[in-house]
């Protein structure tokens, strides 16, 4: 052979167009229903919402089937900004994402209670995590009849310590308290925390089952290491150990995050928002003035999710903005 | 291992952890106990006041079939497997194929996209509530079954998504690049090749998400109204203002709403924890 042959290509019958195509079109084809059923129910909700917030609506339509939606402009958000309901949402949201940040260390250290491989351990785990599986609306009516003061947990430990038990003339047993039971619910000081309180268990448990995770993928050579050079207790834990868990720290942070901002189930059980709307929380206060608060005001209703929604947005900007340095790292 | 395992530190030391373990988990655990306990004592204890001591009757079949007999227990937990299930195979079916799309092929929007499904996933459900109601009354799909579960396989579809790529994304390409070179058309490798081996992903996906949406309260308030679509957690709460200051029939109502998913958690621990866990290792 004196010189290159080319590759005969034309010896079969050229591929259609589809074929030649197919990896560029084939990801679409595996894409479009979830796409399409996304995009339906979620993303242009989101600027269905955004928009609508500039409207003043009932829900209503006419006759003709148009909707009734009056454009306001930005009235509905100059009428936020006057509106002490939703400075007191906006600021016990501030309260639930400081309090329940609470949850990552915490989860953290029952995590290191229990890393442990004594007989029964996993038995013991799985039971630790037992909060995180039942509905939040279970554990709102659980710590509701938990702080009830006057047959709760909380009202019979007061009793038996605060209360001394009598028996009047007609034969009847009742109790002389030398300071009442706190009724943590019914007071407007103290409910938004009665409430994170409870709402921190669950998010503990989900915490300590990432960190547990996490602990069983520590470098044992690392531990080892730092055990001959004299490292141990608090120093080996941050310094050596909390290094490593970063990931199973950040989906707990991310995870806490995004629970404290959606917080509505324990406290549409709890509280409703109440006493005087000091429980109401954005999302709470969204729903209240856009369902159940004389007839529905759909706009108004729109610009508090909006305003949420933007909180959420900057969390969410960040969470993404380190996913991608991860992918960009990883490939 | 870190903390030293506690066999290093001396028998003693052993013995007092163990001890301590049931301990600390009855503390732990304390308001389901006592819940636990309000449900199987009877009405005459609750007005006494004994709810904290031991029961002077245990009224645990009695307490139970009557949540049953006195309320529409019975049709809501039925509408809630009605509304689970569905969820669960529709958001998990979308989302390996797009889990597949998105894992498997080079193409410039291919992040954007994946990135698309995850902030879908993390935003507030208000953002969405007016829409998708108004939606849902155009449709004729609000107050129904159909309604509900369609709009939470669809939002699952994100989280679902994420989990499928990032697993997908795991696997090793050549196997894909192989049968390609092979000739093998793109659903078949899709079908014979990626699908068996995502069999833990969609197991992880599937108790995850029934788990879930089970436990979901908001959209169950917004999507419905009467009892016929309400399910078990709404339920709860409208039993909760039936029997007021029936404390031992709310207690067990409450816990029957959620034994479905514990159970689910109790028969596939694995699968749940490595779903929840997912890229907590790296």
Known sequence: ?331 | MFPRPIEKSGPGAKAAYQAFLPVALIMWLLPLLAIFLTSIRSAADINSGNVFGWPSEFAIVENYTAVFTQSAAAQYMINSVLITVPTVIISVALACLAGYALAIYRFRVALPLFFLFVAGNFIPFQILMVPVRDMSVQTGLYDTIAGQFLFHAAFQTGFCTLFMRNFIKALPFDLVESARIEGVAEWRIFWYVVLPLVRPAIAALAVLIFTFVWNDFFWANVLTQGESAKPITAGVRALNGQFVNNWHLVSAASLLAAIPPVVCFFLMQRHFIAGLTLGAVK
Request: charged share 10%.
């Open chain 1, 1 to 331: 052979m004196t010189h290159a042959v080319l590759p005969d290509t034309n010896s079969r019958p050229e591929p259609g167009w589809l074929k030649r195509n197919k990896l560029a079109i084939a990801p679409w084809i595996f894409l479009i229903p979830a796409l399409i059923f996304f995009s339906i129910y979620v993303v242009i909700p989101i600027f269905e919402s955004l928009w609508l917030s500039l409207y003043k609506w009932n829900g209503l339509y006419d006759v003709d089937g148009n909707s009734t939606a009056v454009w306001v402009g930005f009235e509905n958000y100059a009428k936020l900004w006057y509106d002490p309901n939703f400075w007191t949402s906006l600021r016990n949201n501030i309260a639930w994402l400081i309090l329940y940040m609470l949850a990552v260390p915490l989860g953290l250290f029952i995590a290191l209670f229990l890393n442990q491989t004594v007989t029964g351990m996993r038995f013991y785990k799985s039971m630790f995590f037992f909060p995180f599986v039942i509905s939040q609306v279970v554990v709102g009516l659980i710590f509701g009849w938990f702080y009830n003061p006057d047959f709760g947990v909380v009202g019979t430990l007061w009793k038996a310590v605060f209360c001394e038990e009598t028996t009047n003339i007609l034969g009847n047993t009742t109790f002389v308290c030398s300071r009442p039971a706190p009724d943590i619910l019914s007071s407007p000081e103290w409910a938004t925390y009665g409430i994170i309180a409870a709402g921190l268990w669950p998010q503990i448990a989900y915490c300590m089952i990432l960190y547990l995770t996490g602990l069983n993928n520590v470098a044992a050579d690392q531990i080892e290491a730092a055990r001959l050079d004299g490292a141990k207790g608090w120093k080996m834990l941050w310094y050596v150990v909390v290094p490593q868990l970063k990931p199973a720290t950040f989906i707990a942070v991310v995870v806490t995050v995004i629970g404290a901002l959606r917080s509505f189930d324990m406290i549409a059980i709890m509280t409703q928002g109440g006493p005087f709307g000091s429980t109401n929380v954005l999302s709470h206060y969204m729903f209240e003035v856009a369902i159940s608060e004389y007839g529905e005001r759909y706009g108004y209703g729109s610009s508090v999710a909006t305003v949420l929604f933007g909180i959420m947005l900057f969390f969410i900007s960040y969470f993404l903005w380190r996913m991608y340095q991860d992918e960009k790292g990883g490939r």
